[in-house]
């Protein structure tokens, strides 16, 4: 379990990005961080992990403050962790299996990671996440040589080798076509929900985060303003977050996707059977 | 304004004082080009210079047909040229790779102090020419190969350094991020996030180097340093005109093939 206390992040050049935020994450339970451009949702995420050191505040994960870590410490807790990107950060040079296999370094020594050498157990569990992504014919592929929507499994992939208590995932569907978004968001709640995961999900497509979280938090300027169920999003909510915009036609028109999406489904599904 | 009316602005990709101060300068240019052929010339003798077509005609009737049977003594000095170009790269390598991860600002353990002194030691290697180096060498250890290998080696760690570096501050940070994210340690997060972004870099540049190398090695041997560049000497010095066509037909030949080769490793790998 997760819980946060009063976190705040002010950087060097006087810029408050993260203003006395708290919350907690109980088990299994998929939270959508909304908010505009520079509200310091990336920067809430990182401070969670310390790619971005927090400037106070406390992170607890499992009776564990985070920020006060020292670096071998922080590292022990970094492996339980998993963290998903929005441009995958996989390393595009190596292959698929490798990049899942990345998600063990926490766990070997340098010498059988640089030899590739990781225990047998990682890599049966390596195979079987990678089946359970739906990659499993491409698991010696270059990571380059792949889709976006197959390069973001791949990043999940490698989260989840971590065998992790906390998934960090930093807008997973901003490069991916709106129907790949919404496969990936799916797959990323099935997985919470199979593994009692809590996932902090940082995400700019409000229609998206709606639909596939439990919870929203929304910040605006480094602060809360909105915490509750995704039903709570009123027309009021969204204004105070983000400012004028005509939010019941941006919904309705992305209803109207989803439907047409499942319309698609079902014609695909016909077409099949009659084969 | 609309656009219809009959005083549309005029527009001028200059203005008339930025025109006149272009054509100011133009004019500054070709009195310094005059002024400058002027002095360059004062001391030529220009009986030469229109001999220059004839001297060259003569020597080149000295020098066709090349002597071939000199072929049979050259054999040893071109191995040794390609030797020492070669051993002299991987002898750099092995020292311009541990530079470029002190010298990269984003790999460096010390910014104020190992930066610095690798970034200095990549200058001062790259503002001295293997030919100097090789002077210097051939000096302190005497005539010979180990004098030309380390002159190419001391050469190419700036040449082969600098450019590592670059590459290595040019790689995708959130590779980086996403590896220190697993929990991975120092040497991990350098063997999987920056070492497989850098491989396709640092592959082109030593290839590149080598082949060089093989060219400045030819030349090595004037001052002592070994190599097909001492019988290109002695050939000189004799006046022996055939042999020094043959070895310079020679060398073209080798840095020809080390293009080719230097060529077909970079598309390879890139």
Redesign the interface.
Known sequence: MLRIEGLTKTYKTGDKALSDVSFEAPQGQVIGLIGPSGAGKSTLIRCI?R?VEPSSGAVWLNEVNLPTLRSGEL???????G?I?Q?Y??????TVMENVL??????VG?WR??TRRYPGADIANAYRLLDRVGLMAHADKRADALSGGQRQRV?IA?ALA?NPELL?IDEPTASLDPKTSRQIMRLIVEICRERNLPAIINIHDVVLAQQFSDRIIGLQSGRMVFDGPPSGLTEAVLTQIYGEEDWTAMQKGASEDAEAEAEEKAQAEKMLRAL | MSIASAETPIWQHRTPRRRLMLWAGWLACVALFVWCWERMTQRTIWAFVWDAPNAAADIGSRAFPPRWSYMERLWGPLWDTINMATLGTLLGIVMAVPLAFLAASNTTPSRLILRPIALFIIVASRSINSLIWALLLVSILGPGILAGILAIALRSIGFIGKLLYEAIEETDISQVEAITATGASQSQILTYGIVPQVLPAFYGISVFRWDINIRESSILGLVGAGGIGAQLNASLNTLAWPQVSLIILVILGTVIVSEWVSAKVRHAVI
């Open positions: 992990n790619l590292r022990r807790a970094r492996r339980r962790i963290m990107f441009e950060a996989l390393v595009e040079r190596l990345s998600g063990r370094l926490g766990y340098f990671s640089f990043g490698r971590q960090l």
